[in-house]
C-alpha cells in the first residue's frame, strides 16, 4: 500500500535517545562479543581462582566452592534480569501479575477488548502463542522476537544467542496485550530503531534466559529458537 | 470503511470512520487524527505481516490507522 502520510521508516522516539548508535545487525554482533567477553572476565577468575584454592590448600575446599558457585551465579543472577523483561507485569492499577484467565471465567474486559486488537495484528499460529504463552513471535531482519508487556527477546540468526531489550509503553492503564501491540506496531515500524531505543538487559545462550522464564513462556522461546535456526532468518549472526 | 483507533485504557476506542468517497467524514477524522497527534499520539498504519508504517497524516486509502503512545526503554 502506498500510503500518502507515510514518514520515513524512523520511529519518532528515536529523538529521546540522540546519542545512541542505531542497533544494527553489526551492533548487536559487537555488543554480543563484548558481552561474552566481560562475562568470561568476571567468572573466569572465580573459576580459576577456587580451583587453584583446592590445589594449592586442600583444606580452603568450602571457600573454593563458594568462590566456584559466585562464578555461576552471577551470570545466572544477569540471565534472570534478562528473562526479566518479557515477565507478565499484571492489569492495571493490581498488583498482581496478568494470567491469561482460564476457560469459561469472564475476562477483564479492557483486555478482551485489547486481546482482540492484538489478535487482529497476528497471524493464526502467532495469535494461538501469543494467547498461551503471553509473546507474540514476530520474524524480523535482525533475526527472531518475543514481544512480551514491557520487553522483547531477540534471537539471532542460528538460535545461539538472545538479546534481551527492556521497552515499554508508559502509560499503566493499558491492558497487557496494549502494551503487546505497541511494541509489535513500533517493531514493525522500524525494527533497528525498535532495538535502538529499548534498553539492553543481557545477552547470551537462550537455554540461561529460558531457565528462567515462566513455564508457559518456554514454548515460545522453543519455538522462536526453531525459526531463527532455518535459513530464511537474517543474516547477522555473531 | 476506514476506522481511525486509538489503544488506550479500555483496550481500544474508534474515535472516527469513513469511507474513502466520504469527503465530511473524512474531514472530520482528519481533525480527530490531527487532535490526537497534538496530545502526543503516533499514527501507524498495520500493512499486513510484520509490516507497519508511522504516519503523520491521515491516509484516505488505509483501511485501519492505529494511534499508539510512544514507548520508551525500561
Not at chain 2, 469511507?19 to 496530545?39: K, P, V
Amino acid at each position: 500500500m502506498n500510503l500518502s502520510g507515510a514518514s520515513a521508516p524512523a520511529l519518532p522516539e528515536l529523538a529521546s535517545v540522540p546519542w545512541r548508535e542505531r542497533t544494527d545487525a553489526r551492533w548487536l554482533a559487537r555488543y554480543g562479543r563484548w558481552w561474552r567477553v566481560s562475562t568470561a572476565l568476571y567468572t573466569l577468575p572465580l573459576a580459576v581462582g577456587s580451583v587453584g584454592m583446592v590445589v594449592l590448600e586442600p583444606v580452603t575446599i568450602p571457600v573454593a566452592l563458594a568462590t566456584a558457585a559466585h562464578a555461576w551465579m552471577i551470570p545466572e543472577l544477569y540471565a534472570f534480569r534478562g528473562a526479566s523483561v518479557v515477565r507478565p507485569k499484571g492489569l492495571p492499577g493490581g498488583s498482581a501479575p496478568y494470567t491469561r484467565p482460564a476457560a469459561g471465567t469472564p475476562p477483564n474486559t479492557a483486555e478482551a477488548v485489547a486481546q482482540g486488537l492484538l489478535g487482529d495484528l497476528l497471524d493464526h499460529d502467532a495469535r494461538e502463542r501469543q494467547r498461551a504463552t503471553g509473546l507474540a513471535l514476530e520474524p524480523g531482519e535482525l533475526g527472531t522476537w518475543l514481544v512480551g508487556e514491557a520487553g522483547a527477546l531477540l534471537i539471532a540468526p542460528g538460535g545461539r544467542r538472545v538479546h534481551c531489550f527492556c521497552v515499554r509503553v508508559p502509560d499503566p492503564e493499558l491492558p497487557p496485550s496494549d502494551r503487546t501491540a505497541h511494541l509489535l506496531l513500533a517493531l514493525r515500524t522500524d525494527e533497528e530503531g525498535f532495538a535502538t531505543v529499548a534498553n539492553h538487559a543481557f545477552c547470551g545462550a537462550p537455554w540461561r534466559v529460558r531457565r528462567r522464564l515462566p513455564k508457559p513462556m518456554r514454548p515460545a522461546l522453543d519455538a522462536a529458537r526453531q525459526q531463527a535456526r532455518s535459513p530464511r532468518s537474517g543474516d547477522c549472526a555473531a | 470503511m476506514a476506522r481511525l483507533i486509538r489503544m488506550d485504557a479500555t483496550g481500544h476506542s474508534t474515535l472516527a470512520e469513513w469511507a474513502t468517497q466520504d469527503d465530511a467524514a473524512f474531514e472530520a477524522a482528519l481533525d480527530e487524527f490531527r487532535t490526537q497527534l497534538d496530545l502526543g499520539y503516533i499514527g501507524t498504519v498495520p500493512e499486513g505481516p510484520g509490516k507497519a508504517s508511522q504516519v503523520r497524516e491521515l491516509p484516505r486509502e488505509a483501511d485501519l490507522v492505529i494511534l499508539r503512545r510512544p514507548i520508551a526503554g525500561g
